[in-house]
């Protein structure tokens, strides 16, 4: 049989920007594997997340709305496959490495506590008021995330990921950039993602309606989900083709942080969505 992984490692080199990262010139794993006949290291660390168990146990993990009537609010599991989707669409059209921005974003929300943040600010509480090794603790869900395909998953074993795909989930957020472009664009389009499924859900829920949107927001981004996402990512490929940097325009970007900054005021802080808090706790 001939090797397929060779040839995909050719097209690669021969097809995607020169600002790609390619498979075959990954920094490698943390132990060293022999190489597949088939599937470049970025495929085989998205086979890895998928089939890992922390990635099934996302589909019971709630996001916003921790106890909802219905089933179409978000999961996390169903919140990383819109940013894997979102992903590989920007990657595509940007001719980075779509592997491994889909590894990426099929890892990075592994870490993430059951009951959304308020799970996660009851176990950062907990974990300060314990020093270890002389120091305070804190819990950070992207920091969990890289836990569980290092240490956690397989039996203690880890996943065994590459430099790259590791390096994207721990840094998918917070002010550190991932060292890949490919880990830029997962890193937006999380915030794509979220920022609009939380709308949606929000809407559903009763909590405020679409007319009460930020109206400058809505006419730049425009009133629908599918609208408003496809205006970013088109924004986003606009800006960012063969250029070494992942981003939005100004106005594009002032539009995001506006809807944003009205989901905190409106859901994430005060709203309905928050009556479980102290049960979570």
Do not use: W
């Amino acid at each position: 049989m001939e090797n397929i992984r060779e040839y995909t490692e050719q097209f690669e080199r021969d097809h995607l920007s020169q600002y790609a990262a390619l498979s075959a010139k990954s920094r490698g794993r943390r132990k060293k594997l022999p190489q597949c006949r088939i599937r470049t290291v970025f495929q085989r660390d998205k086979d890895r997340i998928m089939h890992s168990k922390a990635f099934r146990r996302l589909a019971q993990k709630t996001q916003v709305f921790l106890a909802p009537e219905g089933d179409h609010y978000r999961t996390r599991l169903t919140h990383t496959l819109e940013v894997s989707q979102i992903s590989r669409t920007i990657a595509r059209a940007l001719r980075l490495n779509e592997d491994l921005a889909e590894a990426i974003a099929l890892g990075h929300d592994l870490g993430h506590t059951p009951f959304g943040h308020e799970g996660e600010d009851a176990l950062n509480a907990s974990l300060k008021k314990v020093k270890y090794r002389g120091k305070k603790r804190s819990f950070r869900h992207n920091e969990q995330s890289l836990r569980v395909v290092d240490t956690l998953e397989y039996g203690g074993q880890g996943l065994n990921l590459t430099y790259e795909v590791r390096d994207g989930i721990l840094n998918h957020t917070g002010l550190k950039k991932p060292i890949t472009l490919e880990g830029q664009v997962v890193k937006i389009a999380d915030r794509i993602a979220y920022v609009n499924h939380d709308v949606d859900d929000a809407i559903r829920a009763n909590i405020f309606k679409r007319t009460d949107l930020p109206a400058s927001a809505m006419k730049t981004l425009g009133k629908y989900q599918a609208v408003r996402i496809n205006t970013m990512v088109v924004d986003i490929v606009k800006n960012s083709l063969g250029q070494n940097f992942v981003k939005l325009s100004p106005k594009i970007d002032k539009a995001l942080q506006t809807l944003r900054s009205f989901l905190f005021r409106n859901v994430y802080k005060h709203s309905e969505a928050k009556v479980e808090d102290l049960k979570v706790k």
